[in-house]
């Protein structure tokens, strides 16, 4: 029973990923999109923070729904809208491939090596994170095809 126990209760190994909120875990989410425009079909990955999966995917779907916000407005902007109803998401989730709370940078690496490199060289976004946790930071795409 013991050695269940420490099994259980061992910190996984690896370089272990930065705290940013209280209560909150990384998720690495692998996902499915097409592009609205051209059709093609891509895999994307994302890091979130969240309690638990079913949050880490609301964030997704808020991170998503500001960049159309911003894509939009810039648009707008741009003269290449009319108005809010001329505009098309400039991708769509097809699936949910997977997301995967993950503990080390290591686990991290071995879903999609770009994404640890982002996170990395921008201090895994603390400081964004702590201000707005129902972000996204993409890393790699992956067209398939």
């Given at each position: 029973?013991?050695?269940?126990?420490?099994?259980i209760?061992?910190?996984?190994?690896?370089?272990?990923?930065?705290?940013?909120?209280?209560?909150?875990?990384?998720?690495?989410?692998?996902?499915?999109?097409?592009?609205?425009?051209?059709?093609?079909?891509?895999?994307?990955?994302?890091?979130?923070?969240?309690?638990?999966?079913?949050?880490?995917?609301?964030?997704?779907?808020?991170?998503?729904?500001?960049?159309?916000?911003?894509?939009?407005?810039?648009?707008?902007r741009?003269?290449?809208?009319?108005?809010?109803?001329?505009?098309?998401?400039?991708?769509?989730?097809?699936?949910?491939?997977?997301?995967?709370?993950?503990?080390?940078e290591?686990?991290?690496?071995?879903?999609?090596?770009?994404?640890?490199?982002?996170?990395?060289?921008?201090?895994?976004?603390?400081?964004?994170?702590?201000?707005t946790?129902?972000?996204?930071?993409?890393?790699?795409?992956?067209?398939?095809?």
């Amino acid at each position: 029973m013991n050695i269940l126990k420490r099994l259980i209760s061992r910190p996984p190994e690896g370089t272990p990923l930065p705290d940013i909120l209280p209560a909150q875990h990384w998720w690495v989410a692998e996902r499915r999109m097409q592009n609205t425009r051209s059709g093609e079909v891509f895999r994307i990955f994302e890091a979130v923070i969240a309690p638990d999966k079913a949050i880490a995917r609301a964030h997704l779907a808020a991170a998503d729904a500001q960049l159309d916000a911003v894509l939009m407005k810039q648009a707008l902007r741009r003269g290449d809208l009319v108005d809010e109803y001329d505009w098309t998401p400039a991708s769509r989730e097809l699936a949910c491939l997977q997301l995967t709370r993950v503990k080390t940078e290591e686990q991290i690496a071995a879903l999609d090596p770009a994404l640890l490199d982002m996170l990395k060289e921008h201090d895994f976004f603390r400081a964004d994170f702590a201000g707005t946790p129902d972000m996204a930071v993409g890393g790699g795409v992956y067209p398939e095809g």
